[in-house]
């Protein structure tokens, strides 16, 4: 059984969650860690003669020291490149976080010191009229790790993330800086210190802009051993 799961989010979309979160497994892999992970719904995906498949789906599979199937690591893939909860009315599909969490209880039965779950866009992404994909992490009663792009108003959103996620009930375990364009913000090192400062979690690395988007290699960045701590 999986002994540490945690739900990733961003504090927006295209902040880099997926190459946070394969920079984490493959930084856990150096420890030693057996590892899995899940992006449980995608949308945006390709269709290839194996079905649909999703990029930053395809890159936890890869970042992952345990053998998974494409199938449990993504088991609801839509092709629309749109919010998920548009794209599965379009494809007649049918999400809750009930079935969401489901599918991550399944992973959860595996063996791994460490499982990570990615959610999708931000903390209140839509996942049908009455949920938000913050209903799966609370559901599952896991922490949440959160990705923050640093970028011109990074600070409001990674305040406001963090203020919901306490206040849906949940534990911010950590955050991860995120450089995710090649040029870098003004004052950089002031806004990185005020989150620092003010976010009440361990800042468990902050990524450089990498061309090569390595996963590998931006693991040396990071320190998370306190993800093993409980």
Same mark, same amino acid.
């Given at each position: 059984?999986?002994?540490?799961?945690?739900?990733?989010?961003?504090?927006?979309?295209?902040?880099?969650?997926? #190459?946070?979160?394969?920079?984490?497994?493959?930084?856990?892999?150096?420890?030693?860690?057996?590892?899995?992970?899940?992006?449980?719904? *995608?949308?945006?995906?390709?269709?290839?003669?194996?079905?649909?498949?999703?990029?930053?789906?395809?890159?936890?599979?890869?970042?992952?020291?345990?053998?998974?199937?494409?199938?449990?690591?993504?088991?609801? *893939?839509?092709?629309?490149?749109?919010?998920?909860?548009?794209?599965?009315?379009?494809?007649?599909?049918?999400?809750?976080? *009930?079935?969401?969490?489901?599918?991550?209880?399944?992973?959860? #039965?595996?063996?791994?010191?460490?499982?990570?779950?990615?959610?999708?866009?931000?903390?209140?992404?839509?996942?049908?009229?009455?949920?938000?994909?913050?209903?799966?992490?609370?559901?599952?009663?896991?922490?949440?790790?959160?990705?923050?792009?640093?970028?011109?108003?990074?600070?409001?959103?990674?305040?406001?993330?963090?203020?919901?996620?306490?206040?849906?009930?949940?534990?911010?375990?950590?955050?991860?800086?995120?450089?995710?364009?090649?040029?870098?913000?003004?004052?950089?090192?002031?806004?990185?210190?005020?989150?620092? *400062?003010?976010?009440?979690?361990?800042?468990?690395?902050?990524?450089?802009? +990498?061309?090569?988007?390595?996963?590998?290699?931006? +693991?040396?960045?990071?320190?998370?051993?306190?993800?093993?701590?409980?």
């Amino acid at each position: 059984m999986a002994r540490n799961t945690y739900f990733v989010t961003g504090t927006d979309t295209g902040v880099g969650k997926t #190459m946070a979160s394969a920079a984490i497994l493959e930084a856990a892999r150096h420890l030693g860690k057996r590892t899995v992970a899940m992006k449980p719904i *995608a949308s945006g995906c390709d269709s290839t003669q194996d079905g649909l498949r999703n990029e930053d789906a395809l890159i936890l599979q890869g970042a992952i020291t345990e053998s998974l199937g494409y199938d449990i690591i993504n088991p609801v *893939a839509l092709e629309p490149a749109i919010a998920p909860h548009v794209a599965a009315q379009q494809a007649g599909v049918s999400i809750s976080a *009930a079935r969401l969490a489901g599918f991550c209880r399944g992973m959860q #039965m595996r063996p791994a010191d460490l499982m990570l779950v990615e959610g999708a866009g931000g903390w209140r992404v839509p996942l049908n009229e009455r949920e938000t994909y913050a209903a799966v992490p609370r559901e599952l009663d896991i922490p949440v790790i959160m990705v923050v792009s640093l970028k011109l108003g990074c600070i409001n959103h990674a305040v406001l993330t963090a203020e919901a996620i306490r206040a849906d009930g949940l534990r911010l375990a950590g955050w991860v800086a995120n450089r995710a364009e090649q040029e870098a913000m003004s004052c950089e090192q002031q806004t990185f210190d005020y989150l620092l *400062a003010h976010l009440g979690a361990p800042c468990l690395g902050s990524l450089p802009w +990498s061309p090569e988007a390595d996963p590998v290699a931006l +693991s040396a960045h990071l320190n998370i051993g306190s993800l093993f701590e409980n």
